[in-house]
């Protein structure tokens, strides 16, 4: 069982302990449903499960302890545990990756169909590849016709959510970008001022998609900051400068 335990956390991503935990209420869990009656699992010492029922008799509760290989086929045991361990490994990444929402990222561009949403290869962590969505309303009208998200191209977009979701019974996570936010705008401007990004204060006011951005800053931003923003979301960057942000 140590084996197999340290077989399975590798491949979920997962701990030694979590592993061991996720075991316990899996099969918690399912007992418990089978039987209608609280059942506890419990992996004791030499690796062995330990399953025992707790109900009343007589108005007193009573413990009785089961045979699992009597309750659960091989066939049985693996898939409650595979499932189990695949949608906590998610649970897991999505976690891990929540703090990421609402940030810039940069992706290449893997599928895009007529009336469907782009499947964008990026990267949330440094060299960890993964697919990620837009939906076709999350792009602006201006650009869905106009050839710039062809499989091989590179776009930003604004990191909307991330999310665990089932696709066919699997776990999977789910992390949708978008074209139209005004934060893409402020993140951008961030991106193409690089270290000086610090030294300056501005906010987008309001997005009209496809047509402008309005910032509002306390200093004149550069003009090849400016032009670069324009260019990658092909509206006009309208800047006006301010004593403070609202």
């Given at each position: 069982m140590q084996s197999i335990i340290l077989s399975l956390a590798s491949r979920?991503?997962?701990?030694?302990?979590?592993?061991?935990?996720?075991?316990?209420?899996?099969?918690?869990?399912?007992?418990?449903?089978?039987y209608r009656?609280?059942?506890?699992?419990?992996?004791?010492?030499?690796?062995?499960?330990?399953?025992?029922?707790?109900g009343p008799r007589n108005g007193l509760p009573v413990q009785h302890i089961l045979d699992l290989p009597a309750v659960l086929s091989r066939?049985?045991?693996?898939?409650?545990?595979?499932?189990?361990?695949?949608?906590?490994?998610?649970?897991?990444?999505?976690?891990?990756?929540?703090?990421?929402?609402?940030?810039?990222?940069?992706?290449?561009?893997?599928?895009?169909?007529?009336?469907?949403?782009?499947?964008?290869?990026?990267?949330?962590?440094?060299?960890?590849?993964?697919?990620?969505?837009?939906?076709?309303?999350?792009?602006?009208?201006?650009?869905r016709h106009t050839g710039r998200f062809q499989p091989g191209q590179r776009r930003a977009f604004h990191l909307r959510r991330i999310e665990p979701v089932l696709v066919n019974g699997t776990p999977r996570t789910k992390v949708i970008l978008d074209r139209v936010s005004k934060t893409l705008t402020e993140n951008l401007l961030r991106y193409y001022l690089g270290d000086a990004a610090h030294r300056f204060h501005f906010r987008c006011l309001?997005?009209?998609?496809?047509?402008?951005?309005?910032?509002?800053?306390t200093r004149r931003l550069p003009h090849q900051v400016i032009i670069a923003v324009d260019r990658e979301l092909q509206e006009r960057i309208e800047v006006r400068i301010v004593k403070a942000l609202p």
């Open positions: 979920y991503a997962l701990s030694t302990a979590e592993v061991i935990q996720e075991i316990e209420s899996a099969f918690a869990r399912q007992l418990s449903q089978w009656q609280e059942v506890m699992v419990f992996l004791r010492e030499g690796m062995q499960l330990e399953v025992v029922t707790y066939n049985q045991f693996t898939t409650i545990l595979e499932n189990h361990l695949a949608m906590a490994a998610v649970i897991k990444q999505v976690r891990l990756l929540k703090g990421f929402e609402r940030r810039l990222l940069w992706g290449e561009v893997v599928r895009n169909r007529a009336g469907d949403h782009l499947l964008v290869e990026t990267e949330i962590i440094p060299d960890e590849p993964i697919i990620a969505i837009c939906p076709v309303n999350r792009i602006g009208l201006h650009e309001t997005r009209y998609v496809g047509h402008k951005s309005v910032v509002l800053t």
